[in-house]
């Protein structure tokens, strides 16, 4: 099977969404850029259904917490093409006060899970998600946990403070 | 009634009762905590007798935030995290995220590392794939099996041991090779295993490969199509199971295992006894490797564990004691103040039951700026649920076995 290189999967990108895809690099020679989440939805889509770069294959979806950038949360997806040999990872800035992305559950179904933990973990709301609700924490938990103002210690504790650590 | 049990089920309450007593279902909580469920998992079921109608799996049990607490913790502790995920086969996830480390520092190890990676990788392989493979065998009746072949996991616990200390949760290896080498007694040990485990095997399948018991028990149950298995994003030996060739180690090789001449086995339907002839192939499959790895060592220099990165890999306690550099780099490593290039890395390897990934974000600071962990076990299970709709209990049961779900990598 013919494989295909990062500037060819870039190159029938930037023709079909312009200036939608920003940011491309390739660090470690993984195909890296973003995207905005109007149009994330079609461009997993016409990844997955293109058949020069046949992204089959989900490998995950997480998120990120920047919280001094302006959009500080970034949803991160990793596609594999098993037949091509070739993986991307495509990110997503949202806004952190109101974190919404449209779901990739309509795209493949391995993304519930994957969504759910997202959710569980950064309060990340997928729009049209089939049972969006927490996964591996309790479900009154109240907070989600990976954003990066809950610290990991007991705040309270005088012994146990990050930077004495130099976290 | 379908619709009614699937009102019942779909709202956002943890169990659920049916309550309507003009219902003929039977509502089943399958674990959190029994025996049949080998692990800590927890799924609701609705019967109508011995079928179930509908279920929902609850997880995260044993949820151990690892993520958070490798957000605040320097590169080398975060090892002993990995252990616990899958921990059938720690080493793997172990090298897994050793490698990750060093695609991020650019270290390129010496070869005789690789060789030693793939036989202790493979060896967690083997002791991941006997649990699993014996106790399908176990969970449909066949306690012999069970019993034989468990006690080659324990001689490969005995390897570990000998290599690291350890058996369970090893800890094995430094980012940049071994802590020490292999020791005489070491390669003693897989000698024997790679002279009596072949026997076993062998013995073990003609045990079970054509036993009607067996194959009526799993033979066309829990029947994957290699299109539902990919939009479920399955890895591993159930990917292969329906027919799928995707293996790590084949398709983007670490470790050399593109030195390696091994095949990748895969089944047709995708039922649990195609899983069980895909895992049993791969032991086999295992052992050449080993065999290879050992021929090949032969021909390496003796006495290389690691590579020669002294401002990565965390020197010896004597050297610390002693050598001035030494416990400079000791000092930096443990307090995380290593020259790591600011960037982003996934390294994926091929875990005990699918593509265990490593995605590390590094900021320059002492600790990872984030880790996420793509889980085969945790992907894998999200379908177990939607699986079981119109099947008996006793196949379920059978079916979560084959699927070998870990419960430390399902909830991390």
Not at chain 1, 136 to 161: A, S, W
Not at chain 2, 316 to 335: D, G, R, T
Not at chain 2, 395 to 405: E, G, K, L, Q, R
Request: glycine fraction near 6%; hydrophobic fraction near 40%.
């Amino acid at each position: 099977m013919a494989k295909v290189t990062n500037q060819e999967v870039i190159a029938l990108l930037d023709e079909k969404f312009g200036n939608k895809i920003t940011d491309v690099n390739e660090p470690y020679g993984l195909l890296t850029f973003e995207t905005t989440k109007d149009v994330i939805i079609e461009v997993l889509k016409f990844l997955k259904e293109n058949t020069v770069t046949d992204f089959n294959f989900l490998t995950d979806i997480t998120a990120v917490h920047y919280p001094e950038k302006k959009h500080g949360i970034a949803v991160v997806y990793h596609l594999h093409s098993m037949v091509k040999g070739i993986r991307v990872r495509i990110k997503v800035y949202i806004d952190e006060q109101h974190p919404t992305i449209p779901t990739a559950t309509s795209v493949w179904n391995g993304a519930n899970w994957m969504e759910r933990e997202t959710y569980d973990f950064f309060g990340v709301k997928f729009e049209g998600h089939p049972d969006l609700r927490r996964i591996l924490n309790m479900d009154d938990l109240g907070v989600f946990p990976m954003l990066k103002q809950y610290p990991l210690e007991d705040p309270n504790r005088v012994d146990k403070k990050d930077e004495y650590f130099g976290r | 009634m379908n619709t009614l049990v699937d009102k019942h089920m779909s709202h956002n309450q943890p169990v659920y009762t049916d309550n309507d007593p003009q219902s003929e279902l039977v509502t089943l909580n399958l674990g959190p905590t029994h025996p049949a469920t080998h692990g800590v998992f927890q799924n609701v079921l609705q019967m109508d007798g011995e079928r179930i109608v509908s279920g929902v799996s609850t997880i995260g049990y044993i949820h151990r935030a690892f993520e958070k607490i490798a957000e605040h913790r320097p590169f080398y502790q975060i090892t002993p995290l990995t252990d616990r995920l899958n921990y059938c086969s720690s080493p793997i996830n172990n090298m897994g995220w050793h490698m990750t480390v060093e695609k991020l520092l650019n270290i390129q190890m010496p070869k005789r590392v690789d060789y030693l990676r793939v036989i202790i990788m493979e060896l967690a392989r083997i002791s991941d794939h006997i649990i699993c493979n014996t106790i399908i065998a176990q969970d449909t009746g066949a306690t012999t099996t069970f019993l034989y072949l468990f006690q080659f996991r324990e001689h490969i616990y005995e390897i570990y041991e000998e290599i690291c200390g350890a058996r369970l949760t090893t800890n094995v290896g430094r980012i940049g090779g071994f802590e020490r080498d292999f020791n005489d007694i070491a390669f003693a040990k897989i000698n024997k295993f790679l002279k009596e485990f072949p026997v076993a095997l062998k013995e073990f399948e003609s045990l079970l490969n054509r036993n009607r018991i067996f194959i009526d028990r799993t033979a066309g149950v829990a029947c994957v199509t290699p299109e539902q298995a990919l939009d479920f994003s399955w890895t591993g030996p159930l990917l292969r199971a329906t027919g799928v060739d995707y293996d790590v180690r084949m398709s983007e090789p670490y470790s050399s295992y593109q030195d390696f001449d091994f095949d990748v086995p895969v089944g047709t339907s995708g039922d649990i006894y195609d899983r069980y002839r895909v895992r049993n192939e791969e032991m086999w499959q295992s052992v050449r490797m080993i065999e290879q790895a050992m021929e090949k060592l032969k021909k390496e220099p003796a006495g290389i564990f690691h590579a020669d990165v002294p401002e990565f890999y965390l020197p010896a306690k004597e050297e610390v004691y002693n050598n001035m550099e030494a416990l400079i780099y000791h000092f930096k490593i443990v307090m995380g103040e290593i020259d790591a290039p600011k960037a982003e890395v996934y390294h994926a390897v091929e875990g005990g039951n699918g593509e265990l990934g490593f995605y590390l974000i590094n900021d320059g600071g002492r600790t990872p700026y984030r880790l996420h962990f793509r889980r085969p076990s945790f992907i894998n299970y999200q379908m177990y649920a939607s699986m079981s709709k119109g099947m008996l209990l006793s196949d379920a049961i059978i079916n979560m076995s084959s699927m070998n779900i870990i419960a430390g990598e399902l909830d991390a």
